[in-house]
C-alpha cells in the first residue's frame, strides 16, 4: 500500500512523528509531504499527492476542511489527532471540525486513530483504533548517587521561574537549563536569572546524540510543556529510570501515576523529592511493560490499516 503521510513542518526538526513512519514502513510505502497547518493546500502541493497516487492519506494531528479534501484523488483517509491541538480548539473550531469530519464520514472513508484515550471521545462514531505508544527502554546508563535535574523551556506558561518556585536547585548536583522555546513563545533570556553554580545553561538546539548525552547523566526532569500530544519528551525519560514531574494533564496523566511512577502537579507549589529514586524504578518498569504492548499494537495499526 502507499500511504501519503501529510505532516507538519514543526515535526520535521523535532522528529516526533519519526517512529509512526517507521511503523507504517514496514508493510507500506510511505512518502512523506510537508507543511505548516494544512489548512490550506495550493494546487503545487495537491497535484503532488495526487500525482503520486496514494491508496491512503494520513493526516498528523492536523486535517483539512471537507472543500479541501474533496480535492484529493484518494478518499481513503486516516486523521492522526494530538491532545495539545485538540485542547486549544474553541467552541466554534471544535464544531466546525466536527461538523466537516461528519461530512467527509458521509462521503469519504475517514478513520482515525489516536493515542490518548482523552482524545478518543470525540471520534467514537468512527472507524477508531486507539494504542498506547512506549519507547524502548534504556538499560544501559550510568547509576547516578546525587539528584541531576533537566529542564527543557519550551512555553511561556511553563518558564524557568516557575521551576525556582518548584524546587531548591541548590539541592541538585547539576540542573541543566535548555532554552529553545516553541514558536511563538518568548520566555525571559537565562541573563535575566540569578542563576546558582550548578545550573548548566543549554541554549543551543542539540544534536541526537548530545541531547540523549545529557539525558543520560540526569535522573529527574520536568515534562517541558503543559500538556503533549503524546509525550516523547517525558516518555524517553521515563524509559531511562528518570523520575518525571508533570503537569496534571494528558498525555501526561495517562502514563504517570501521581506517588507512583513520578509526580504530576496542578500548581507551581513546593515538591518534595524524597521518593524519587523510587519513583525512577517504577518508571522504567512501566516503559519495560508498556514497551510489550506496544509491539502488539504495531500489529493492530498495520493490520487496520489494510482494511
Not at 42 to 50: A, P, R
Not at 118 to 131: H, K, Q, R
Not at 143 to 160: A, C, G, Q, T
Amino acid at each position: 500500500m502507499r500511504i501519503a503521510f501529510v505532516d507538519d513542518l514543526c515535526h520535521k526538526k523535532t522528529g516526533s512523528t519519526e517512529f509512526l513512519v517507521d511503523v507504517l514502513n514496514k508493510t507500506n510505502i510511505v512518502k512523506r509531504f510537508w507543511g505548516n497547518g494544512f489548512k490550506k493546500f495550493d494546487k503545487k502541493e495537491l497535484g503532488q499527492i495526487n500525482n503520486w497516487k496514494p491508496d491512503l492519506i494520513l493526516f498528523f494531528q492536523r486535517i483539512p476542511n471537507f472543500l479541501i479534501l474533496n480535492k484529493f484523488n484518494c478518499k481513503n483517509l486516516v486523521f492522526v489527532p494530538m491532545h495539545d491541538q485538540e485542547i486549544h480548539y474553541g467552541f466554534m473550531e471544535r464544531k466546525l471540525l466536527d461538523l466537516s469530519l461528519f461530512i467527509t464520514k458521509t462521503f469519504f472513508k475517514l478513520r482515525v486513530l489516536c493515542f490518548c484515550n482523552a482524545d478518543s471521545v470525540y471520534y467514537n462514531n468512527f472507524d477508531l483504533l486507539l494504542v498506547k505508544y512506549y519507547p524502548k527502554p534504556v538499560k544501559s546508563r550510568p547509576i547516578l548517587k546525587d539528584k541531576v535535574l533537566f529542564f527543557w523551556e519550551r512555553i511561556d506558561s511553563l518558564p524557568f521561574s516557575k521551576l525556582m518556585e518548584m524546587f531548591d536547585l541548590k539541592q541538585f548536583e547539576k540542573v541543566y537549563f535548555m532554552q529553545r522555546n516553541d514558536a511563538g513563545c518568548e520566555c525571559l533570556h537565562h541573563s535575566f536569572y540569578k542563576l546558582p553554580k550548578n545550573v548548566i545553561v543549554v541554549d543551543n538546539w542539540l544534536s541526537k546524540r548530545n541531547y540523549e548525552k545529557i539525558m543520560n547523566e540526569c535522573n529527574i526532569a520536568v515534562a517541558p510543556r503543559l500538556c503533549e500530544g503524546i509525550g516523547h519528551g517525558f516518555l524517553d525519560y521515563m524509559a531511562r529510570g528518570v523520575c518525571i514531574i508533570a503537569y496534571d494533564l494528558p498525555t501526561h496523566n495517562e502514563y504517570i501515576i501521581n506517588g507512583f511512577n513520578g509526580i504530576l502537579f496542578k500548581n507551581f507549589s513546593y515538591i518534595d523529592l524524597k521518593d524519587w529514586r523510587r519513583f525512577g524504578r517504577n518508571a522504567f518498569d512501566t516503559i519495560s511493560m508498556g514497551n510489550e504492548r506496544w509491539l502488539i499494537d504495531i500489529d493492530n495499526i498495520l493490520e487496520w490499516v489494510k482494511k
